[in-house]
C-alpha cells in the first residue's frame, strides 16, 4: 500500500519522490507558522514510546 511505503520511508529516512502533477493535485501546503507545530509533533514521535500510553494501574 503507498502508505506503507511513506511510512517505511519516514522511518528508515530515504528521499520520497513524486511526479509534479501528483503533488500538484494531492500536494498539501503547510504554512510557515504551522511549520513549527509540525516539527515540535514530529520531535514528540521521536520521543514517545508505547510505554508513555500506559495507565497508572498497568
Do not use: Y
Not at 513524486?18 to 509540525?38: M, R
Not at 516539527?39 to 508513555?52: A, G, Q
Amino acid at each position: 500500500r503507498p502508505s506503507d511505503s511513506v511510512a517505511l520511508a519516514l522511518r528508515i529516512g530515504v528521499p520520497i519522490h513524486a511526479e509534479d502533477s501528483v503533488l500538484a493535485e494531492a500536494g498539501l501546503i503547510i504554512p510557515d507558522e504551522q511549520e513549527d507545530e509540525v516539527e515540535k509533533f514530529r520531535e514528540f514521535l521521536d520521543s514517545v514510546s508505547p510505554e508513555d500510553f500506559r495507565g497508572a494501574d498497568t
